[in-house]
């Protein structure tokens, strides 16, 4: 619309070659613009010298007695003048008018321009037509004074088109009746000399306006160019700052987390590697305790709703110069100087404990929580300082939900301890230096052997035995879960293949296999892979769970289905201290149960342990599992687990685990009362 009203009401068309679209119509709009600007300055220039004119031609209009008439056209020629100067100098609109205008905006400055050039024109012809009347002062050209007459003419409407370079139109419309006028009065006077001078004077008005549209066409050039070259420069300042935020934003993603804004990983290693350098600082880790239970019960929406606002409590809590970050899923850091602070990490721990344990709208917060790992002392590296409070978070969420546990003398030893068995174990099942033991379960009579369970053990050339707990986490964290779990069942095998030899088919071997193993490792492909070929019957095997199992029940239950198709039998062991459930029981597909020897052990000092080992034997009955009582460690145990009608038994009193050549005498006996 504003192209169309532009190209219908403006005084000029574009030029040639200036284009007719959008982009070329509002090129000519600012042409005009600085047109309008040149010639409001070139008439203000102007006009002082018009006036001295005037005030010339009164002077000798006096001298030669014509003084009423020479001053009732001073009057008119200065009221003319008056009237120029406050056009000229009357705001306009169109004078802001810039290529990246709004449109509305773009469309009324074009319209003003418009109306002040049509306005100066009428101006400028009016003042010509005061001009035009000076034949009145020199009786048209034919009294002494008409000399002078004419050359104050020819100056005037030569300077005219001389200030007028920018918009031809405006001196044009002011010289045409005057020069007319000059004209048409030496014509009626006669002669050979004037119809020559009169015929000079159309030649002079036809020069004028040659050159007035040739100095207009020059300036319009000029002015497009510029304003070409303004855009230019425009286009590539607004490519180069685009260009700038682009970078600026892609270097904001590398450093920070898009869903929390606190710094990611990446950029909290930057800064704290710099804030390392200037001085001591305290690193705490923190983790969410029950945010699994967030994503699976309320959606990952609500997941990421909690995450956003722990960042947002977290940036409140901590000190103003602190970093914060998101590590990753539900891990945040916080570094910060707490001598400079004033706020000692200890009490720094306990605010942000007790800010993450607020109330969440939409879930119970009692189910969240956040434990942290503190590192305070000096390191000679970010990359140890994490490790150190890594332990330090491990111990801490050990001890239960909402704790936070500062690195110390025996938490050094323990990493170290996990860094020489993370160093160690590849060599150690390159080497077959682990060894399967295996311990025996007795049916009821406590004399009938039913089952082995394997259990994995490493002596360590310097740290003598190693805890299958910790021997897990050293495999997980360096990435040999998969080959553990190989060299345990290798050997598993291995005994499966000596009770067959030996006429113990219906013995069963128990495998235990860690949630982390369940998880990660296909454990179904390998354990079905290497039964059939060593072509061993699945029911010997039995593959024993925990019931934190069921916390990623997702992820395993097809696996465990597998299993189970298969013929391989599933127990669930230390039943009762976890996560259990008559919905887990089902969902993890167990055949045995086995209640934990905190149950068992010391049976008969204590009065609250039968009811629970009851419940659990009643249970078993109602569901068809099988129960086995682990840890009968004396003869009283056994005594009331056998009259309780427990139907497996396990534990130190019956047998201890025992490498397989210690086994020996035990599968003898059972071999024996076998035939």
């Known amino acids: 619309m504003i192209v169309q009203d532009q190209k219908r009401s403006g ?29 409001r300055g070139s008439v203000l220039t102007a006009i002082p010298v018009n006036m001295l004119l005037g005030l010339a031609s009164l002077l000798v209009a006096f001298r030669s007695d014509h003084g009423s008439a020479g001053a009732l056209w001073y009057a008119a020629s200065t009221g003319v003048n008056l009237l120029r100067i406050a056009l000229c100098r009357a705001p306009c609109l169109g004078l802001s008018l810039t290529a990246d205008m709004p449109p509305r905006m773009a469309e009324a400055a074009a319209h003003s321009i418009d109306r002040h050039l049509h306005a100066n024109i009428a101006v400028a012809f009016l003042s010509g037509s005061v001009w035009a009347c000076q034949p009145l002062l020199c009786e048209g050209y034919t009294s002494a004074q008409a000399l002078f007459y004419l050359g104050v003419t020819c100056g005037v ?47 002079y008005f036809l020069a004028l306006t040659h050159t007035a549209f040739r100095s207009e066409a020059g300036f319009r050039a000029a002015s497009r160019l510029k304003n070409e070259a303004t855009a230019l420069a425009r286009s590539r300042a607004e490519a180069h700052a685009s260009a700038s935020a682009l970078v600026d934003e892609m270097r904001w993603r590398a450093t920070h987390d898009d869903l929390t804004g606190l710094l990611n990983r990446a950029g909290f290693i930057q800064q704290a590697e710099d804030r390392l350098a200037a001085g001591a600082q305290s690193l705490l880790l923190l983790d969410l305790d029950g945010f699994k239970f967030v994503n699976d019960g309320y959606g990952h929406k609500a997941g990421d709703h909690v995450l956003i606002e722990v960042a947002r409590r977290l940036r409140a809590a901590a000190p103003e110069t602190a970093l914060s970050a998101r590590l990753g899923g539900d891990e945040f850091a916080v570094l910060y100087d707490h001598a400079a602070s004033g706020t000692p990490h200890d009490v720094l721990a306990e605010r942000l404990i007790a800010a993450v344990g607020l109330p969440f709208a939409g879930f119970d917060a009692g189910r969240l929580g956040v434990s942290i790992g503190i590192h305070a002392g000096p390191e000679p590296s970010l990359t140890e300082m994490l490790s150190c409070a890594d332990e330090a978070l491990y111990a801490a ?128 492909e390998i354990v079905i892979g290497r039964l059939s070929l060593l ?91 099988e129960v086995v009582a682990e840890g009968v460690e004396s003869a009283e145990d056994l005594r009331i687990l056998q009259a309780m009608g427990c139907p497996f038994l396990q534990g130190y009193h019956l047998g201890r685990p025992m490498p397989v050549h210690a086994l020996e005498n035990t599968l003898l006996i059972a071999q024996t009362e076998a035939a």
């Open 11 to 39: 005084p000029e068309t574009s030029g040639p070659g200036e284009g007719v679209g959008p982009a070329g119509l509002m090129r000519d709009a600012l042409v005009r613009r600085d047109q309008l600007e040149a010639m």
């Open 157 to 203: 409407t030569a300077g005219a088109v001389t200030h007028g370079t920018a918009f031809a139109r405006i001196p044009v419309s002011f010289i045409l009746l005057p020069l007319l006028s000059v004209t048409g009065c030496l014509l009626i006077a006669g002669g050979f000399d004037r119809t020559c001078l009169a015929a000079c004077v159309l030649l």
């Open 397 to 524: 969420k050990a001890s239960g939900q909402s704790q936070f546990r500062t690195f110390d003398a025996g938490l050094r030893d323990r990493l170290q301890m996990r860094r020489d068995l993370e160093r160690d174990l590849s060599q150690a099942l390159a080497e077959n230096a682990l060894e399967v033991w295996f311990q025996p379960i007795y049916a009821l009579d406590a004399h009938t052997l039913v089952g082995l369970e394997a259990l994995v053990r490493w002596q360590h050339p310097r740290l003598g035995w190693i805890a299958p707990p910790d021997l897990i986490a050293a495999a997980a964290s360096v990435g040999l879960t998969e080959s553990l779990l190989r060299a345990i069942l290798e050997q598993v095998c291995a005994m499966m293949q000596i009770l067959r030899s030996r006429g113990l088919g219906t013995v069963r071997v128990a495998m235990n296999v860690s949630p982390r193993e369940m998880a990660q490792v296909p454990v179904d």
């Open 535 to 625: 072509d061993l019957p699945p029911a010997m095997l039995e593959i024993e769970i925990t019931e934190e199992t069921a916390l990623d029940i997702g992820a395993v239950q097809g696996k465990l289905q597998a299993l189970s198709r298969a013929g391989i039998r599933v127990a669930l062991d230390d039943f009762g201290i976890g996560y259990s459930s008559l919905s887990s029981l089902r969902q993890l597909r167990a055949d045995r149960i086995k209640i934990d020897r905190s149950f068992v052990t010391g049976l008969g000092t204590c009065e609250d342990k039968h009811g629970l080992v009851l419940a659990v034997l009643g249970l078993g009955r109602l569901l068809g599992l």
